[in-house]
Each structure stands twice: as structure tokens, then as C-alpha cells.
């Protein structure tokens, strides 16, 4: 399979670049000046990963990274002329998979991307481990592997790919308190250099969509999924 890769960066010279490289590696390479052109044209179809600029005209490269993950979790490489930590640590808490610093070698962002697609593609093939292939229950919350479906007091409930992942683990460990440290091992993998906020964000966008849901946080610790026959 032909990987698609949306390169978003508004200097021609580095667009055009990046763009060679990728494709020399048989990558099918779509590109944007701007966020806001970029989806025009994924509107159709959306691509396997991401490479965005930082500093871009309208959306920058922050906002844009922060609205991807609100609907997908393919990964992201944030590409930036800023080197402050701040920075690289921003870029990783919206979302991004990977940060790279201008000026940079193109061969390095090569085999960045061949690293993440091909942990993408493990974690995709391998997520019936995450999993029973059984229907899940808890209370009011059914969880259907196979469809990768989730229902919430009998509505259908969309979700990103994480957040059905994250919800997974908690319904099948009712009760079982979980630390960030181990979801953030569990769903993004065992080299994710990011800080375990990634966790809280999830858990914050669960608790949004499925209101009420009974996930307790545990001071210090992580996260639980409580029990419904516990109220009453």
C-alpha cells in the first residue's frame, strides 16, 4: 500500500524539497501552502500523515495540528524555524507525533516518516490486541470491536481512533485504575516522546462526548472507569 502524505509549508523551496524526497521513496505526496488549502484537499480523502510548517499564513501550524486530532490520529511531524523547548513541547502536547528544526536534512525527515508510518502501521494491524472481539459493556456504554463502534444510553457516539482505543482498555478493566504512564505506552506506543498531558486531553474530549460518563481521575496517579453498579 501507497502511503499519502500531505506536506503543508509555505516556502516553495522547502515544499519542493521535502515533496522530491518523499516521492523518490514511492510516497504519494500531496501539498498545501496554507492549513486552509491543505483541507480543501482532504476534504475527499485523508491523507496517512502529516508534515506541517509552523509559521503559515491564516491557520498556523499550531491550530491546524490541535483541529487534526479532533477528528484523526494519523501521525503528524511538525516542521519549524523554532528551536526553543517551549516550542517542541507545545508542538508534542497538541497532538504532533514528531518536531523537526529548520534548517534540517531532508534524508533525516525521510527516516522520521518511514519510523512513524511503519509504528502506524503496526499499531493499526495489531489494535484487535487491544481489544476483545466480543461486545464490551459497561453500564451505559457498549463498545462493538468489530465495527469499532461505540454507543452512549443507546446513541452512537463518534470517535477518534485513540479515544475508541483509551475507551477500549477502561471498559474491559472496570474499576482498575490505570496510570498515564501506561495508557500513554498502551495507545501511542512505547517510543511516544510527548509529556502524558496527551492522556488528560483524551480523557477531556471522552468526558465532552459522552456526558456523564463515569471515568475517575485518580489524584497523582491516572484514570478508572467506575463501575455504574457501584451507585447503586
Known sequence: MTHQIMVVEDDPNIRDIVTAYLKKE?????????????????QSQSPDMWILDIMLPGIDGYEFCKQIRQ???????????????????LGLELGSDDYLTKPFSPRELVARVKRHLKRWDVQHRSEVDHVNEETLKAGRLTIYPKERRIFWENQEVETSTKEFELLSILTQNVNRAFSREELLTRIWGFDYFGSDRAVDDLIKRLRKKLENLPIETVWGYGYRLRSEEDDK
Do not use: N
Not at 514511492?26 to 482532504?42: F, I, P, R
Open 26 to 42: 514511492g510516497y504519494d505526496v500531496k501539498t498545501a501552502e496554507s492549513a486552509e488549502k491543505a483541507m480543501e484537499l482532504t
Open 71 to 89: 477528528t484523526s490520529d494519523v501521525p503528524i511531524i511538525i516542521i519549524s524555524a523554532k528551536d526553543e523547548e517551549l516550542d517542541k513541547i
